[in-house]
């Protein structure tokens, strides 16, 4: 098949120009991502590579380091107005979060609070491509872990605090929890959010409970889509850098939530409570049980 | 994981600093910046012992055209030759005067 036989179809030819007009945030490193989301010109880059806030821990273990310990962060501006972005890289150490890769995080999240309680408006914008805390630094990175939760709650009083999963690694463990707590939440399909990744619940509860190899039904589970239409997460989007920027934008424009989602607890226990776990449940079956639409 | 070091001569400074790629899965990432010594310096840490010659042979050639004097890092997670060639002439060109 020749190209030019693509655009006998007008709308097949649309639908081509607009994939080839996008710019892939999964194919992006995690600095060129937070680069992309500010405006052109706008991004520095605090505690970056040549600052070497390495991890101490990986050396020590044989494991190679990197020297920005896999986390971004990024001051700029994103339409005009000042912005953070925390970015987490998935390519090192499946984006695990270390003691000093949380650190910079939580560090990041309480400058923010500083700015806003001395009257300094600051979004702050979190990329969340982690595997959950790196067990090579297990207790430490545990700890700081619990810090980011504590630091997005503290932070989320003044501004809304917007999670971003865009795959493929995904987003699970401690970091899962930071991303229920964000005021919200933007997926792209390709995404994953769960507390514990399938190949995790596999190895704890034996292939007849999860076939972590099955990736169609591991995403009709815990994918962006599915995630999105079962209410946790607030916006879907197709891979591209513009759209993830509108989506941040629509979403600081909206405000603070009436109620954050970690906050709905009689929801959710209602929510639960529709299910009979005597029976089989599948991904489109709990789609109906939880609409989008049904949360508050 | 093994530490390698390296020391090529130089003929002249560098004025700016650059970093490229990541430590992922056959990738590797670089740190170039300018140095105090009238030398290259280059400290490699990679994930795969046993192939201080081929890191030799890849830097050998990459030196034999940058002759600055450079303070480089090079964290590496299995990048195979050509991929860290890559990686060299990348950073390289982002300091080029």
């Not at chain 1, 984006?95 to 001395?118: F, H, N, P, Q, T």
């Not at chain 1, 009257?119 to 980011?148: F, H």
């Not at chain 2, 590797?28 to 990679?46: F, S």
Request: glycine residues 10%; negative net charge.
């Amino acid at each position: 098949m020749t190209p030019t036989e693509h655009c006998t179809d007008p709308t097949a030819a649309e639908r081509r120009d607009r994939f080839l007009s996008r710019r892939s945030v999964i194919e992006m490193r995690a600095r060129e991502r937070a680069q992309a989301l500010l405006d052109p010109g706008s991004f520095r880059e605090l505690l970056g590579p040549f600052d070497r806030l390495e991890s101490p821990w990986l050396p020590l273990q044989g494991i190679v380091p990197e020297s920005d310990d896999g986390v971004v962060i990024a001051r700029g501006e994103l339409a005009g107005k000042p912005a953070v972005i925390m970015a987490i890289e998935g390519a090192f150490q499946g984006g695990s979060m270390g003691e000093v890769s949380a650190s910079k995080i939580a560090a990041a999240l309480r400058l923010a609070r500083g700015d806003w309680e001395s009257g300094k408006a600051i979004l702050p914008v979190l990329l969340l491509e982690t595997g959950g805390v790196r067990l090579q630094e297990a207790n430490l990175g545990e700890a700081v872990v619990a810090e980011i939760h504590a630091e997005i709650i503290a932070l989320r009083r003044h501004v809304p605090v917007i999670g971003v999963i865009h795959g493929m690694v995904g987003c699970f463990g401690g970091m899962s929890i930071a991303a229920g707590l964000c005021s919200y939440l933007v997926v792209l399909p390709q995404a994953r959010l769960g507390l514990n990744g399938p190949e995790v619940i596999e190895q704890e509860a034996g292939i007849d409970e999860l076939d972590a190899g099955d990736k169609q039904m591991i995403w009709s589970l815990m994918g962006g889509e599915q995630r999105y239409e079962t209410g946790f997460a607030d916006a879907l989007i197709e891979d591209d850098a513009e759209q993830l920027r509108q989506a941040i934008r629509d979403l600081a424009a909206r405000g603070l939530p009436a109620r954050h989602r970690s906050e709905a607890v009689d929801d959710y226990q209602r929510r639960l409570a529709k299910i009979d776990p005597t029976r089989p449940l599948d991904g489109p079956a709990l789609r109906r049980l939880w609409p989008q639409g049904d949360r508050q | 994981m093994e530490t390698l070091n390296f020391e090529y001569e130089a003929k002249g400074p560098l004025t700016r600093r650059a970093h490229v790629g990541v430590v992922g899965s056959g990738d590797l990432e670089v740190l170039i910046e300018p140095a105090d010594k009238p030398i290259a310096q280059v400290r490699v840490r990679t994930s795969v012992s046993g192939y201080a010659q081929v890191w030799k042979a890849v830097l050998d050639r990459f030196f034999s055209h940058f002759e600055h004097a450079a303070r480089v890092e090079i964290n590496d997670f299995g990048a195979t030759p050509g991929m860290v060639a890559l990686r060299l002439e990348q950073a390289g060109e982002l300091v080029k005067p």
